[in-house]
Structure formats: C-alpha cells, structure tokens
C-alpha cells in the first residue's frame, strides 16, 4: 500500500511539474507556481522559511520523501529505472527476466558525495554559480524539459495544428519549435543522458554520489523518526530485498541499512516474504540502533582544500568576462553589460540568485530570454539573460518575475514594471538608413512605448531619432524593429543596477486644419 500511494503521488507532482514548463498555452492556472516554488533549493535561496521548515521536518519524520516524491528529477531516475526493466537487458546483453531488475548493495561514497556538496556550497558562496545550476536537481530537469523535451513538444504541437487545420479545426495553433540555445541544448542533452544512463544501469547513483540535495538531506534522515527496520528475528538473509533496492542501500546479508541513502521508494518491503521489512517507529524505546555505513563528514582540513580549490576556480571569471569583439568597423557596437531579466534588481543579485532552471525562459510569451553562454562569464553560463532577436519585452508583461521561484527575479506589478529600466536605448547615427539612404524610417520611435525615442528634424525635410535616456526602460522595441542591417542604429545597452525610468507624458500631435484647397 505505501509503495502505490508513493508511487500516485510521484507520478501526480512529475506529471504537473513537467507539464508547468512545456505548457505553453497557459493551460495550468498561474497558481500552480508552487510546484516550482516547493522544490529545496530554490526555497533555501529565496529564503522561504515556510518550505523549509516544512521540508526538512518531512524529512526527519518521514525520510527522504522529498526525494522520491517531490523531486522531479528524483522521479525521472524512477521513470528511466522502469523503462530499463522493462525493455532493458542485463550485463550478459539479455533481457531481464520475470524476477526484474536487480541491484546490489555497494558501500556508500562518502567522501565523494560530501566533496561535491563542499564545492558546490563554496562556489556557490564565492559567486561561482554555474556548479549549483549543473547539479541541483530541480535546475538540471528544468534546463533538460526546456532545451530538449519543449523543442519535441512544439514540434508535436505543429504536427496535430497541419493535421486540425485541415479539417476547419482551429483548436491548436502553430508555435515557434526551434532550439533557444545550442549550447543550452547540449548542455541539457549531455545531462539528460548522463543521468538517464546511471538510473537505467544503476537505479539512484547519480541521486546518491553527485547531487548535493540528496547529500544533504541524506544526512538529515539519518535521524529520521519513521525508518524502514529490519526485524532481525524474520529476516533469514535470503537478500531479496537487496536485488529490489535501487539505491543500493541495504547489507541485506548483514541486516543493515544506509539511512543515508534510503530514499523510502517502499520497493523492498512488497519483496519480503518473510516480513522481516516494516516502515515505522522503532519496536522498543532501547532498540539496538541499525548500524550504518555511512562514513564521517570530511574533516575540516578537506573543507579548507575545498574552499581553495573553488576560490581559485571562481578566480577565473575574470578571463570569461571579456564579450566577444565585433567586426573592426566604425559603425559596430558592443554591449558593455548584458540585460538581466525586469525585477532581477542587479545583476550581482541575479547571478548570486539564478540556479538556471529556465522556468522563465520557458514561460516568456515574447522570447526575448534566452540562456547565456558566455555573457555573463564562465560562472553565469545558462543563466538567462536579454535578447530582442525574436522579439521584445512586453510593456506590461510580468511573467518572469511571477513564476521564479529563487527570488532572483522579484515579483514585479505592472506599474513597478513600467518604471524599471533594465537598460537604455543608445543611438547609432552612422548606421541609421535615414542618414545613410537619405529616406524616412521612424520604425524605432513608433515601436517605443514610453517615446524615449521622437523624431527631429535632420535634412532635407527628413526627421531622425532622438534620444531621452531618462524615460527608457529598455524593452527593446526599437532594437528589434531597426531595418538597419548588419548593425541596428539602436540598440539597449543593459545596467549593472536596473534604475527607475522617470514617467512619461504621452505627447499629443495636433491636427493640422486646412481651410481651403490651397489653390
């Protein structure tokens, strides 16, 4: 019974969650952010107490839960577990027979998992973001769903729209299916097979050698007051439970378990037939404690390695900061500082805080987030940053800021949206087509929502763009729809520390009234 309601649960939050990021339609109601905003990590960065209150309290009454219910990428390892025991061969090359898949138990990797959660924490302090966002889990789903499961989505979604459309059937409509990033796609792809090999070959090693959630919270259910217990007047050593247990956990051969690494599936208590398994408190109050084999935490000289090793690795942004140069003409421009997201404050709030789930590049209606690669440095690759190659941003759009659940982009109402520059509009005489073809355009100053940029008189009765950096908020309008080409003539220039845009009068042209003819 636990192993079904665990099992309904799981596949319920896996289900949700991974539909939140390819739903593209709005179909799910804005309030089902919570399944973003529960996951640990993103509610230790933002600091919700509540979650984490509540979490780490289900993990000392009930164990790992979070891992094997709430986590989606926990849930994914499960997914891939099953589909290997399904049509999956074992290491002699055969399929694998009526009695399942079978594990083993292996001795913990102690020193390997603490060493990962010590680097991870301390380039994580030194500003060195880019280790956290490979290796938490909710981030690493989040990139795999949106660079490579979205793209195959849209493409399934164009399928059925070609299909409808045929019929008089309006119901889907196509949408745009290409890949954000190439280097967010590989990156995405690498994890997706990286992890998927290990739980298909191995149920939840990745889960309890490399992610640092698991490590830590492994650590917290150690205490844990409901366990699996082994009733070792039962038990006859058969090691059946062993062969079920996919993290590997149980010395069924010595009656022992890793508590550490248990993460409360439920696959092994169906398998007893003895009944020596039971999920519960302790039978005695002076119970003899299970021993474990979890080793001791590193010591504090391997702590202090590790500070030195991730110092020195945070020390080298400085090479990754330099933007890749432009072509050697006059006319090239660029950008000093990249765009961070509205509402991202700065942009050492925004990387201190983005672990690169790209929940918001996913739910960004105009396309204009997309993941860095080297914009920001080598320790804010894929976190997202500003382009208005496809689009730009909204005026009144705020959705970013609502759906991210690390705080590092806060929430944000339409009108704070309205006066928050991101960045400034900068004006490019030389490449303007009404100074180089001598013709009217006026395509950025129409597309400007807050008239930063107006046209003036130039020559020869034509008018030319003038800048009002004060009111700009740096949406992009006016970069996205400049026709000059193979540099615009205006482009938004990003702000270290986003400022507020002063208000605007919308200014009124007055109708000019003819009397006569004129002749």
């Known amino acids: 019974m636990l192993r079904k309601i665990r099992t309904v649960l799981a596949v319920l939050f896996f289900g949700l969650i991974t539909f939140y990021f390819l739903d593209f339609a709005d179909i799910l109601p804005a309030s089902f952010d919570w399944l973003v905003k529960m996951q640990f990590v993103p509610a230790l960065i933002s600091l919700s107490l509540v979650t984490l209150v509540a979490l780490i309290a289900a993990t000392l009454l009930l164990g790992r839960i979070y891992c094997s219910v709430v986590c989606p990428m926990g849930v994914f390892q499960d997914v891939m577990n099953w589909?290997?025991?399904?049509?999956?061969?074992?290491?002699?090359?055969?399929?694998?027979?009526?009695?399942?898949?079978?594990?083993?138990?292996?001795?913990?990797k102690t020193w390997l998992r603490w060493t990962v959660l010590g680097v991870t924490a301390v380039g994580f302090l030194c500003g060195f973001t880019v280790i956290l966002g490979l290796l938490e889990p909710y981030s690493a789903f989040g990139r795999m769903v949106t660079n490579v499961f979205k793209p195959v989505y849209m493409v399934g979604n164009n399928l059925l729209e070609s299909v409808f459309s045929r019929f008089d059937n309006y119901t889907f409509y196509r949408v745009d299916a290409s890949i954000v990033s190439v280097s967010a796609f590989l990156i995405g792809l690498l994890t997706f097979l990286a992890i998927g090999y290990l739980a298909w070959r191995h149920g939840r090693t990745w889960c309890n050698t490399v992610c640092p959630v698991g490590t830590l919270l492994g650590f917290i259910s150690r205490y844990s007051l409901l366990k699996i217990r082994i009733d070792k007047e039962k038990c006859t050593h058969c090691q059946v439970c062993g062969t079920r247990c996919k993290a590997s956990c149980i010395d069924s051969r010595n009656g022992?378990?890793?508590?550490?690494?248990?993460?409360?599936?439920?696959?092994?208590?169906?398998?007893?037939?003895?009944?020596?398994?039971?999920?519960?408190?302790?039978?005695?109050?002076?119970?003899?404690?299970?021993?474990?084999?979890?080793?001791?935490?590193?010591?504090?000289r391997r702590q202090f390695l590790l500070a030195g090793l991730a110092t020195a690795a945070a020390a080298g942004k400085l090479a990754a900061q330099t933007p890749v140069s432009n072509f050697n003409s006059h006319k090239a421009y660029r950008r000093q500082h990249p765009l961070t997201p509205p509402g991202s404050v700065s942009l050492a709030h925004f990387q201190a805080n983005c672990t690169s789930c790209h929940l918001c590049v996913s739910k960004c209606p105009s396309h204009v987030l997309k993941p860095a690669f080297l914009e920001y440095g080598l320790e804010g690759m894929m976190q997202p940053t500003v382009y208005f190659e496809?689009?730009?941003?909204?005026?009144?759009?705020?959705?970013?800021?609502?759906?991210?659940p690390n705080g590092a982009i806060r929430?944000?109402?339409?009108?704070?949206?309205?006066?928050?520059?991101?960045?400034?509009?900068?004006?490019?005489?030389?490449n303007c087509i009404v100074h180089i073809d001598g013709t009217n355009c006026g395509a950025c100053s129409?597309?400007?929502?807050?008239?930063?940029?107006?046209?003036?008189?130039?020559?020869?009765?034509?008018?030319?763009?003038h800048v009002d950096t004060s009111i700009c908020v740096g949406c992009g309008g006016c970069e996205y729809v400049c026709p000059a080409r193979p540099f615009r003539a205006v482009y938004i220039e990003g702000n270290e520390t986003h400022q507020e845009a002063k208000p605007f009068e919308e200014k009124k042209q007055e109708d000019v009234v003819i009397d006569d003819f004129g002749f």
């Open 411 to 430: 929430p944000l109402t339409v009108e704070q949206k309205h006066r928050t520059q991101m960045g400034k509009v900068v004006f490019i005489e030389e």
């Open 83 to 108: 589909l290997s025991a399904k049509f999956g061969k074992n290491a002699k090359g055969k399929k694998w027979s009526k009695r399942r898949k079978r594990f083993r138990f292996s001795p913990a």
């Open 446 to 465: 129409e597309h400007c929502p807050t008239q930063a940029l107006s046209m003036v008189p130039y020559r020869d009765g034509l008018t030319i763009p």
């Open 390 to 404: 496809k689009g730009f941003c909204n005026y009144d759009c705020t959705v970013c800021a609502d759906v991210c």
């Open 256 to 300: 022992k378990i890793d508590y550490s690494r248990c993460v409360d599936c439920f696959d092994c208590i169906g398998s007893c037939k003895e009944g020596a398994l039971s999920y519960g408190l302790p039978r005695t109050s002076r119970q003899q404690k299970p021993a474990e084999t979890t080793r001791p935490a590193p010591s504090s």
